[in-house]
């Protein structure tokens, strides 16, 4: 176990940036996430950590040791990527031994370290099957397995659930999890599912362009994002310009008055996500940003309504309701109804 001290790191090719000098601090026993759209430098810099790809500059500290220019087998980091498949051609039992056959681990050792990893994600049963006969999430716990039996002290995972299907994805995430906090391992993993990140991160980063845009909890991200960017990517959210006027509120484009519990001077867009609007079918006596629409149309979410609501300046907001909610409000689901919506300030983010 150890922590791991990432400053400067950048990697070019040709005239492309792929790692825009990233600086990251992962702590001893933390999960933290990496997303981020499609070609922003994820998979580069989790391969710069790993050994896989020399960077051009910047530093990786782990443990207090630099390993920036180490090669991969001297710097005990246990891998799962995507593409990093088992051996084909051999058992279970000896795909998980190869890494430590390889590290020169004393030959008594390894039959018990193969099969406490094994036993780690549940498979002691399956040791001398051949990948093939192994079902997808099988397959990827034997990969999990084979990094944890080097006993690391980094895990690194680039989009280790992706080729599974929806439910078997769910149960391994979550044995991952428990596994990663039962052995305290420091992990970096790379996700592009988002509620994967925002369930089992301790912290997220988001990148974007070989950048970092924001580092924190799910929490963070989710109602503190620091810019417009972060606030689109994760999780959905109605965006309505405009800007800060003399009297302090938000005055959208539309006409919409809103008061936030901040204001960032400068400030030209309301953030505010779909959860955070409550719905009533009778205007509020009091309160700030109480607003009236009319109902433009609805679609169920399993338990619950998406609501969108058109304000009377042209714009469009869309509600995340209960069914019991709508009920207790007395709200009809009906086009053009007229509609009374409200938001506390500390959920308007202005940005
Ligand atoms: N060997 C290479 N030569 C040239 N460009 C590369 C090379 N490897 C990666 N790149 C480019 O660097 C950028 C970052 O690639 P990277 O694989 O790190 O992205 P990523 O964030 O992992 O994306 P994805 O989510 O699609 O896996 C991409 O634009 C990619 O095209
Ligand atoms: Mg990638």
Do not use: W
Request: aromatic share 6%; with cysteine; proline share 6%.
């Amino acid at each position: 176990m150890a922590n791991i001290a990432i400053s400067g790191l950048n990697k070019t090719y040709g005239s492309f940036r792929a790692v825009d000098f990233i600086d990251l601090n992962v702590q001893e026993g933390e999960f933290v996430i990496v997303l981020g759209p499609s070609g922003c430098g994820k998979t580069t810099t989790l391969r710069m950590l790993a050994g896989f790809i020399e960077p051009d500059g910047g530093q990786v500290i782990l443990g207090g040791r630099d390993i920036t220019y180490e090669p991969p087998y001297r710097r005990n980091i246990g891998l799962v990527f995507q593409n990093y498949a088992l051996f084909p051609h051999l058992t279970i039992f000896e795909n998980v031994a190869f890494g430590l056959r390889r590290r020169g681990v004393n030959h008594s050792e390894i039959t018990p370290r193969v099969k406490d990893a094994l036993s780690l994600v549940d498979l002691s049963h399956l040791t001398d099957r051949l990948p093939r006969q192994l079902s997808g999430g099988q397959q990827q716990r034997v990969a999990i397995a084979r990094a944890i039996a080097i006993r690391p002290d980094v895990l690194l995972l680039d989009e280790p659930l992706s080729n599974l299907d929806a439910k078997l994805r769910l149960q391994v995430r979550d044995e991952l999890r428990s596994l990663q906090k039962r052995l305290g391992i420091t992990t970096i993993m790379v996700t592009h599912d988002q509620d994967e990140a925002m369930s089992v991160g301790d912290r997220l980063v988001l990148m974007r362009s070989g950048r970092i845009e924001q580092i924190g909890s799910p929490d963070d991200l989710y109602n503190r994002p620091a810019n417009r960017f972060v606030a689109d990517f994760i999780g959905r959210t109605n965006f309505l310009r405009g800007r800060i006027e003399k009297d302090q509120a938000f005055h959208s484009e539309g006409g919409i008055v809103l008061t936030s519990a901040s204001q960032p001077p400068g400030a030209t867009e309301a953030m505010i996500r779909p959860e955070a609007i409550r719905v009533r079918s009778v205007p509020e006596q009091s309160g700030p940003n109480a607003i009236s629409g009319t109902i433009h149309g609805h679609v169920f979410l399993g338990g619950l309504i998406e609501l969108a609501i058109d304000m009377p300046g042209g714009e469009r907001i869309t509600g995340v309701i209960s069914p019991r909610e709508l009920e207790e409000a007395g709200v009809k689901l009906i086009p053009n109804a007229p509609v009374y919506i409200s938001v506390a300030p500390k959920d308007v983010v202005l940005l």
